[in-house]
């Protein structure tokens, strides 16, 4: 059984940005390890042949004209935000430069 | 039909269907107010013990429906689905009106926008009445992972109306509505229709633009309706389908005509009834699948049974697929542009203490196994494999739709089962979605059918599947397949499982 370790389910949580505690993140372990147990069939498939599929429609670069168009109004979007300032989204410090 | 106007004509008319309802409304013979009260008053009625709205629009569908008589009144055309009252899963944007998810995380933003199926409604004339209940970014198969409480089976109350879609497919199961929009990715779509005794279509991929649907897995996402009849849904489906610029996934088409052969028949229509699943489902959802089958072949029909056995590889590639495609999408709520924000010292931890807060136990489930399945050293080895995987669902389907026309399979691997019943172990309630999402991963079509009750007097849905851009055939079979069955089987269901 393919069994995630604590560690290794911190670091996911920290990529995933999600602060979770360390009972959640046991428990999440469990229940990881249980998925992954189950869907190991795929993992362990032949397909060495086998062209991956990201999409079921054979698009490519779907693109418009490069005109401007109307777009969202700032004010309606910076209403819908939980801290602006100067007309722009407001947020807690970014890390400083030694992390 | 018995009074021309008011409350009982409102309410035949309701019962009638979404095709009754826009040609009464189109003639003159009721106004969309009439209409609109009596779909209000049988919501305020059963809500409360049904639970299938986060949001009533009471107010805006009344200025809608005023449009739509103003219109009727001035001979102007007021659109092809006048005066129909229609419920809009809550993960569908809506201007102005609270889009949730049903997740804390969006609990009263207002989108700035509306869907393109939105405003394809609302230009024909349908009138949105309410924001329904699902399973927290349509994460789930029972609605039991809404934060905002589950919603309730209308033929028992004690059961759950499947999921991801609940809300919409109780509501139209209820009879409050004639007709709603869900969302499919797994079968959300297919298996609450299945549990609720109504028609679901999920459509090909790229035939119905995405553009306003709150994203979950993007390659699988697709917007279907429902309504207790083949053409119904199929008439609200027509209106929503088409090409959309704002949907760089749509297909770069007008919208085809899914009514024109509904009647037609299956007379030598080449059917296959799939073998794979019959294993995992109870009995009376496989004798569904092959009573249909045989009404079908009594109707002159070709029908074989075949197996398929890639469809089990379905499984165990979405559950890599979905949740890592969500967990790039569900990136964005961060706190920082809109939605709920918990503080921090720093940004980082804002967003942490944010997603962890507003994020309910499925919804960081998905996140996790997703985040894991794309970080290094496991990209190829789950999300790698699972996409060839996905190649190989493709190719099967090809290969049986060389042979057959539609295939038929059960729905479901169960009818609707107890709150709480599949939640102590997550992979119990993903095995909900057994039949349901090979054709999610291979981007084709599918339909479910009310066909019959099982023991405990449950609906047990039948599906249909077809090729890619096959709604018309796979719409002319399940209509087959709806006449072979006894009314029963299907909804409207007075909350509580009586009947009429």
Request: charged share 20%.
């Amino acid at each position: 059984m393919e069994r995630i370790s604590l560690d290794q389910v911190r670091h996911v949580a920290r990529l995933a940005r999600l602060a979770l505690s360390d009972d959640e993140l046991a428990t999440l372990a469990v229940e990881l390890s249980a998925l992954l147990d189950h869907v190991d069939s795929v993992r362990r498939l032949e397909t060495a042949d086998v062209p991956p599929t990201a999409h079921p429609l054979p698009l490519s670069n779907v693109l418009r004209a490069d005109e401007p168009r109307p777009c969202l109004d700032r004010e309606v979007v910076l209403a819908a935000a939980p801290a602006v300032e100067d007309h722009r989204f407001q947020v807690p410090a970014i890390l400083g430069e030694d992390r | 039909m018995t009074a021309a106007s008011g409350p009982a004509a409102a309410g035949e008319l309701l019962d009638a269907g979404t095709a009754a309802v826009a040609a009464a409304v189109r003639a003159g013979e009721i106004t969309a107010t009439e209409v609109l009260e009596e779909a209000l008053e049988r919501v305020r009625r059963h809500e409360e013990s049904l639970h299938c709205f986060n949001l009533v629009m009471a107010d805006e569908a009344a200025r809608a429906a005023e449009a739509v008589d103003t219109a009727v009144a001035a001979g102007r055309d007021p659109g092809r689905l006048a005066g129909v009252p229609v419920a809009l899963k809550d993960n569908l944007c809506t201007n102005g009106i609270p889009t949730t998810c049903s997740s804390k995380i969006l609990e009263g933003w207002r989108p700035p926008y509306d869907a393109t199926v939105v405003t394809r409604l609302r230009e024909a004339g349908a009138i949105a009445i309410g924001k329904t209940n699902l399973d927290e970014f349509a994460m789930g198969s029972s609605t039991e992972n809404s934060a905002f409480g589950p919603t309730h089976n209308p033929w028992d109350l004690s059961r759950v109306p499947g999921g991801s879609s609940g809300g919409t497919s109780a509501a139209v199961a209820a009879g409050l509505v004639p007709v709603g929009l869900g969302s499919d990715t797994g079968g959300s779509i297919r298996q609450p229709a299945s549990l609720c005794g109504v028609v679901g279509i999920k459509p090909t991929y790229g035939l119905v633009s995405r553009y306003g649907l709150i994203a979950f897995a993007s390659s699988l996402d697709q917007i279907g309706t429902f309504a207790p009849r083949v053409a119904d849904a199929a008439l609200a489906l027509e209106v929503i389908a088409g090409h959309d610029p704002a949907d760089s996934t749509s297909f770069d088409r007008p919208a085809p005509s899914l009514l024109e052969s509904l009647g037609a028949g299956v007379e030598g229509v080449r059917i296959g009834v799939i073998d794979d699943f019959l294993d995992d489902v109870a009995p009376s959802s496989a004798k569904a699948a092959d009573d249909a089958a045989e009404a079908l072949a009594s109707a002159g029909a070709k029908v074989e049974r075949v197996s398929i056995p890639e469809m089990l590889l379905g499984l165990p590639a979405y559950y890599i697929i979905a949740p890592a495609e969500a967990s790039s999408n569900l990136a964005r709520y961060d706190g920082v542009r809109y939605g709920l924000r918990v503080d921090g010292p720093d940004v980082e931890t804002m967003n942490a203490r944010t997603r962890a807060a507003g994020f309910g136990r499925e919804v960081r489930r998905r996140v996790m196994i997703g985040t894991y399945a794309l970080s290094a050293g496991y990209y190829d080895a789950y999300y790698g494999q699972a996409q060839r995987a996905r190649t190989l669902v493709i190719r099967a389907f090809a290969a049986a739709y060389e042979r057959f026309d539609v295939l038929l399979s059960p729905t479901t691997p169960s009818a609707a089962f107890a709150f709480g019943a599949k939640t102590e172990n997550p992979i119990e309630m993903y095995l909900s979605d057994l039949c349901t999402i090979p054709s999610d991963l291979s981007g084709d079509p599918a339909v479910s059918v009310p066909f019959a009750l099982d023991p405990d007097g449950l609906p047990v849905g039948v599906q249909v599947l077809a090729p890619a851009l096959g709604e018309p055939l796979m719409l002319q079979v399940a209509a087959a397949v709806e006449a072979a069955a006894p009314p029963s089987v299907r909804g409207p269901v007075t909350p509580g499982g009586h009947h009429g």
